[in-house]
């Protein structure tokens, strides 16, 4: 697709959207708001991570047309709202990443992915301080993700582990601190300590060099597919799910792995 043809798709998106919000346009359209559409843009971003998980480039370019729309359903509404534009998203987009890419745009340094990454992280830093260290990372992220990015960025400054080796010993010592309050009955202290192991999982992981998020959702994935083996061959012995005890569900669970 050459420029023109890009351009004139983008405004024919623009316009059908208009449309759509517009008088004789949907009644559902018009009646939404950035918030009420919150939820749905999250489901269309996790629905393009699915797409880039199973590796499925036309399901890729459908999700990504889905999450695109939201945008610009979003943009238009703060549009009609007076507080900005898709012209202005598109501008300020432009315009960080000018200014976030020095290396590139100022043709300042050659610069490794690791320092490309550190300058990116010091100059937003820059442009957010009244926000604190952390302050970048989104409150509404989940929590999984976050701990992996607040890891990441006290890394930055040094504050980390040499290796992966300390990380798991720390989960070593988190686990006994567990075990303590286990046998208490303190349970802010037991949530507490659960807190700690999950956080300290998180760090082994990143110094391992794997992202959280990705190592979970495969071994999620591996579990219902198991399971799903699993629940075939009791159907297939005439037994259902709700009927097997444990003991016949772990020995088909077994067989189950080998399949």
């Not at 971003?45 to 999700?63: F, P, S, T």
């Not at 047309?65 to 987009?93: N, P, Q, R, Y």
């Not at 989940?142 to 890891?151: D, E, H, S």
Request: glycine share 6%; hydrophobic share 40%; charged share 30%.
């Amino acid at each position: 697709m050459d420029e023109n043809e890009f351009v004139t798709a983008i405004a024919d998106l623009v316009r059908i959207v208009e449309k759509l919000r517009g008088p004789a346009g949907c009644s559902w359209d018009r009646e939404q708001t950035v918030h009420s559409l919150r939820p749905y843009m999250l489901e269309e971003a996790y629905e393009v991570a699915d797409a880039i998980e199973k590796g499925n480039m036309k399901l890729l370019q459908i999700e990504l047309g889905d999450l695109l729309l939201h945008i610009i359903m979003s943009a238009a509404i703060c549009e009609d709202s007076g507080d900005f534009t898709l012209g202005d998203v598109v501008k300020g987009i432009s315009t960080k990443l000018v200014r976030r890419h020095p290396h590139v745009f100022k043709r300042q340094a050659d610069l490794s992915s690791d320092e490309v990454e550190q300058q990116w992280e010091k100059i937003k830093a820059s442009e957010k301080e009244d926000e604190g260290f952390f302050g970048s990372i989104p409150s509404s992220m989940p929590a999984l993700q976050t701990a992996w990015r607040i890891q990441q960025r006290a890394s930055e400054v040094g504050f980390d582990w040499p290796d992966a080796r300390g990380a798991r010993d720390k989960i070593i010592e988190e686990l006994h601190e567990l075990d303590e309050a286990l046998d208490s009955d303190d349970t802010e202290a037991q949530k507490t300590e659960l807190g700690d192991v999950f956080f300290s999982i998180v760090n082994y992981c990143r110094l391992l060099g794997y992202e959280p998020e990705t190592v979970l959702r495969a071994n999620n994935r591996k579990f219902i597919d198991r399971f799903t083996i699993m629940e075939k061959m009791l159907g297939e012995e005439g037994i259902s799910l709700g009927e097997a005890d444990m003991e016949t569900m772990e020995n088909t669970w077994q067989r189950a792995r080998n399949e």
